[in-house]
């Protein structure tokens, strides 16, 4: 099973992980303006190549990448609770099950503010952890891979070259069906809007673009990971073996990423066919995203452990509330951009957005530093927690 990881090391090297891959999802979020694609002309030529850059260099380093952290750590710490209930002789599949209903919960209030959320979509594809949290390593990976592989997409690739007639549509829901609600004035209607259609889309898109079997898959590796102990350092052995671990994933995931890069370009300008070209995108992009993942996590943690986590360490917090920083950044970023609210959507390009969405990342990191001065949990992670394990000795 890998060598047992204290809390201690958990909090200081998983935690600043997930909050490097949060900081990331908040950045791309402002200049998205939370999925509203609308956005004002700039004002001078600079500004315009600023905003193109800023956006360029933030979804290269973030796009597909910070999410793909997020659920990689998520099926860590699926492994985590699930062998802290093991060792007190209790089995975490229902209780686990039952917090993912209470994420599904949460996700449906973010659903309300945003369109395009992932805690829905990860509740949902929670489940699939449930059935092989006692398979053997072996049959893990294999099935994970098999998901990576991105199976469905394969399937369709085969029935447009078999019959080229065949492009069925996809996208039965679209983000753009809620951009009047979103650029109204109406809180109520946009709302409305987001709850339903825009989930929707968003569940849609998930599907369509290989979100699903990606997201399954990250959670199983996540799991796997913590069964084998790759995550931990708390002791001379354990950290030099992880450290080994992770230097053969940077020495792979580096070549990989760039061959990967000019594999795909080559693919797709090769391709006639709209609806393979859109396919091809979808499996080759995901596999591209997951080595450029790897190259981060590995890069991140061996310098974390290099120079004992002085320079990571202020992420830890800010990681150890995900919950609430993913929630609050929709909140408040809602009001920002969206016409119900400040309408930052007309005035605000690329760039200004972006230094919008340093400063919310500065305030929600000071906020974290503070909170966890006076309490243990953040305030939607202490909600989590005592439903998850209400009616049980064990909190």
Not at 234 to 255: K, Q
Not at 297 to 318: D, E, I, T
Request: glycine share 8%; hydrophobic share 50%.
């Amino acid at each position: 099973m890998g060598t047992p990881i204290q809390k201690k090391e958990r909090i200081l090297a998983v935690d600043a992980l997930r909050g490097f891959a949060v900081m990331g999802i908040v950045l791309l979020h402002n200049i998205e303006h939370f999925n509203f694609y609308s956005f004002p002309p700039p004002a001078t030529g600079l500004l315009g190549w600023f905003d193109t850059h800023i956006w360029d260099t933030l979804f290269f380093l973030f796009s597909g990448k910070a999410y793909a952290i997020f659920a990689l750590l998520f099926g860590f710490t699926f492994y985590l609770q699930s062998r802290s209930s093991e060792k007190r002789g209790e089995d975490f599949k229902n209780r686990y099950m039952w917090r993912l209903l209470l994420l599904l919960g949460f996700g449906f209030i973010n659903a309300s503010f945003f369109p395009g959320e992932i805690l829905v979509l990860y509740a949902i594809l929670g489940f699939v952890l449930v059935p092989v949290r006692h398979w053997s390593n072996k049959a893990v990976f294999i099935l994970a891979l098999f998901l990576m592989l991105q199976p469905l997409e394969w399937v369709k690739v085969i029935c447009a070259v078999v019959n080229p007639e065949f492009a069925p549509k996809q996208m039965i829901y679209s983000l753009g069906d809620v951009y009047p609600q979103l650029g109204g004035t109406s809180w109520w209607e946009m709302v409305k809007a987001n709850f339903v259609t825009g989930q929707l889309a968003s569940l849609n898109w998930a599907w369509c673009y290989g979100r699903v079997f990606q997201t399954s898959s990250l959670f199983m590796f996540g799991m796997l990971l913590g069964r084998m102990g790759y995550f931990s350092a708390s002791a001379p052995e354990s950290l030099s073996r992880s450290r080994s671990f992770w230097r053969r994933v940077l020495y792979v995931s580096i070549p990989s990423a760039f061959v990967m890069y000019f594999v795909k370009e080559f693919v797709f300008s090769q391709i006639d066919s709209k609806f393979i070209l859109e396919t091809m995108k979808t499996i080759l992009n995901s596999w591209y995203n997951l080595f450029f993942m790897l190259t981060l996590v590995s890069a991140f943690l061996l310098l974390y452990w290099a120079n004992n986590g002085k320079v990571q360490r202020w992420l830890a917090p800010y990681g150890q509330m995900s919950l609430t920083d993913y929630v609050m950044q929709s909140v408040i970023g809602s009001f920002l951009y969206f016409g119900y609210g400040l309408a930052l959507h007309k005035v605000c390009g690329n760039t200004y957005s972006f230094l919008i969405g340093c400063a919310f990342f500065l305030a929600q990191l000071a906020f974290a530093h503070w909170w966890f001065r006076h309490y243990r949990r953040g305030p939607l992670e202490t909600i989590w927690h005592k439903l998850t394990w209400m009616g049980s000795r064990n909190k």
